[in-house]
Each structure stands twice: as C-alpha cells, then as structure tokens.
C-alpha cells in the first residue's frame, strides 16, 4: 500500500510564496516521474509541473519562472515552490508519483491567492 500526503497549502497574498511538498509512505521499490496538477472551481484540471527520473523539468506556459519543482529521491518526496503568486494560481494542487508504472495521487491541498 502507498499512501501520498501533500502539506503547504494555504492562503497567501498576491505576490506571495509558498512551498508545497508531496511524501510518499509505503512500499515503494521504484518511482519515476513525479508532479503536480491543479484544478480551480469550475474548470479542468491542468499540468503545472512534471520531473522525471532523470531529473528533467516541464511546466506549464502559467507558470513558468515562478514555478520550481524538485525531488528528494531519498525522501520519497517532491516540492513544488511557487514564487510571484497570482490570484489565478488559486486552486487544489495534486501531487502525483508514477511508481511501477502506476500512477498514485496525493489528497489535494488548497492554495488561496488573495489580499
């Protein structure tokens, strides 16, 4: 059984920081790509940021230079740290691990941009 738990969330003014981590617990023998989607009140979800094994990083146009995702492999954990934040950054953020070819998500957290 693996369980992912996210922390960080919260509520932060406009132009503010926060810094979201996702730990995985479990019976984990391989994790390959890891990262974080969200989804905003009436829309889809959308991709924020992806990292592989290999370390290499995509992020969505959105998000780009405000964005930074990292792993700590000896963790089983992967952060997402989100600089400049706008109110349109609002929404529930999932972390996801592809471990064994299967892919787990985390419970969601809230991130609320507003003054």
């Known amino acids: 059984q693996v369980k992912l738990v996210e922390s960080g969330g919260g509520l932060v003014q406009p132009g503010g920081s926060l810094r979201l981590s996702c730990a995985a617990f479990g019976s984990i023998f391989s994790i390959n790509n890891m990262g974080w989607y969200r989804q905003a009140p009436g829309k889809e979800r959308e991709l924020v940021a992806t990292?592989?094994?290999?370390?290499?990083?995509n992020y969505a146009d959105s998000v780009k230079g405000r964005f930074t995702i990292s792993r700590d492999n000896a963790k089983n954990t992967v952060y997402l740290q989100m600089n400049s934040l706008k109110p349109e950054d609002t929404a529930v953020y999932y972390c996801?691990?592809?471990?064994?070819?299967?892919?787990?998500w985390g419970q969601g957290t809230q991130v609320t941009v507003s003054s």
């Open positions: 996801y691990f592809d471990i064994s070819s299967r892919r787990r």
């Open positions: 990292i592989t094994g290999g370390t290499s990083t």
